[in-house]
Nanobody, 120 residues
Framework: QVQLVESGGGLVQAGGSLRLSCAAS????????MGWYRQAPGKQRDLVAD???????NYADSVKGRFTISRDSAKNAVYLQMNSLKPEDTAVYYC??????????????WGQGTQVTVSS
């Protein structure tokens, strides 16, 4: 089985920074895209940023210039450095990974989510 475990959420004042981490473990073959989504109360889950196995990144317009996604393929890990945080960044943040276990077993896995709260 595959498990994604996130860490690094918490409470921070506006303008502050947090770094989220997510590591995949278990029976993993290859990992393609890894990413972060977030979901605020009463809203849908939206993409924050993702990164391909080749290092290509993609960001939501609302976080460009403030957030940086990176990954460590040797550790099957993805990170999200969040700077200049705003109250509207408050949400539960979920990591995901597109994992190939076998040629017939390719799917997206999700972490359990970590709360990020930004106070004004």
């Amino acid at each position: 089985q595959v498990q994604l475990v996130e860490s690094g959420g918490g409470l921070v004042q506006a303008g502050g920074s947090l770094r989220l981490s997510c590591a995949a473990s278990g029976s993993i073959g290859d990992i393609n895209v890894m990413g972060w989504y977030r979901q605020a109360p009463g809203k849908q889950r939206d993409l924050v940023a993702d990164i391909s196995s080749g290092g290509n990144t993609n960001y939501a317009d609302s976080v460009k210039g403030r957030f940086t996604i990176s990954r460590d393929s040797a550790k099957n890990a993805v990170y999200l450095q969040m700077n200049s945080l705003k109250p509207e960044d408050t949400a539960v943040y979920y990591c995901n990974a597109d994992i190939i276990r076998t040629t017939a077993d390719k799917r997206r896995y999700w972490g359990q989510g970590t709360q990020v709260t930004v106070s004004s």
